[in-house]
């Protein structure tokens, strides 16, 4: 009981801290006519939000999922609500991608680059949290193989489209969604998946972690290669949304309530993300970790040079790419 009353308290504070509403939701952003955005886990919660309102701008939006009768719903919805009048969509679809697997993840690029479509942001999104041990289809802890090495190999594989598609002066962008909790991560890079001593928190906050190493690494390649494309990580402070499913019954119990009061919704909290998709402000700018759209420090390992190569090359190896 003394652990869970921790836990919890520990939830409120950072809640407390970090629910200040951000002043984003009502920034003026451009138009986006004739870009195209790809956002995973874009069916619900803050992927739909910044779906809907990257949508709002003009952007051709393509949620990408792996709940067909959620993407069904979800493009119904937002359609119904621009033939209401409620907003200026141009297209908005569903395609399915299950970041789980590397087969999924490789048919989806195959099925986009078929299409001949240009790519100017990349919203990699969807995340689990707090999940018991298990794998994914392709032996990978499901955290790191879903919130991370899904989004590593998606990003890599649409990377040459993102180049063609930016220009200088109106970059291609690639938004990555970390957490908080990336300041407590750790990685063993002889035990990525955590099979030596496995806790679902310790391998969320590692996903996390990853994320943001893979964004400053990538970044760097980028501008040392001087391609019209920048990359970002996000902090969307701590929001009311399905990744909280998996808390354990008391702990869920105890959370709705502080939920209600402290917590962001999820159009507060994807606020940092479409800011950073879409603002004039972001334009040319890339390698930063941003909280309520303002760039912040990021956890001190994060800026390991060394780490993020040996996580680059690890990476690669295990989706099967070639290190660039």
Not at 4 to 10: E, G, I
Request: charge should be neutral; proline fraction near 2%; aromatic fraction near 8%.
């Amino acid at each position: 009981m003394s652990h869970l009353y921790v836990n919890v308290k520990a939830l409120c504070v950072t809640a407390l801290c970090s629910h200040v509403v951000p002043s984003l939701l009502h920034t003026v952003l451009p138009k986006q006519n004739g870009r195209v955005a790809i956002v995973t886990g874009g069916t619900r919660g803050m992927g739909l939000e910044t779906a809907r309102h990257l949508a709002s701008l003009g952007m051709h939006v393509v949620i990408a999922g792996n709940e067909r009768e959620e993407g069904a719903a979800a493009v119904k919805k937002i359609h119904e609500e621009g033939s209401k009048g409620k907003g200026n969509y141009q297209v908005f679809e569903f395609v399915f991608l299950d970041l789980t697997s590397l087969k999924s993840v490789r048919q989806f690029v195959q099925k986009f680059r078929d299409r001949g479509l240009p790519l100017h942001v990349l919203v990699n999104n969807a995340g689990t949290m707090l999940v018991p041990e298990r794998q994914t289809e392709d032996g990978f802890e499901f955290h790191f193989g879903l919130n991370y090495l899904g989004h590593f190999l998606l990003t890599n594989l649409l990377l040459d489209v993102l180049k063609r598609s930016g220009r200088h002066g109106c970059c291609s962008r690639i938004v990555n969604m970390s957490s908080a909790t990336h300041y407590a991560g750790v990685l063993d890079m002889n035990d990525l998946d955590r099979r030596t001593c496995y806790s679902s928190h310790g391998a969320y906050s590692q996903s996390k972690l990853a994320l943001v190493l893979f964004t400053y690494y990538l970044q760097e390649q980028l501008t040392a290669g001087n391609f019209p494309v920048t990359v970002n990580a996000v902090d969307p402070g701590m929001v009311d949304t399905a990744l909280y499913d998996n808390l354990w019954s008391l702990a869920q119990a105890m959370k709705k309530p502080v939920a209600k009061i402290l917590f962001r919704s999820p159009a507060e909290g994807a606020s940092t993300a479409i800011y950073t998709a879409a603002a004039s402000e972001m334009e040319g700018v890339g390698g930063c970790y941003l909280y309520n759209g303002q760039k912040t420090q990021s956890s001190d390992l994060s800026y390991n040079s060394e780490l993020q190569a040996e996580l680059w090359k690890k990476s690669c190896e295990l989706v099967g790419l070639q290190e660039a």
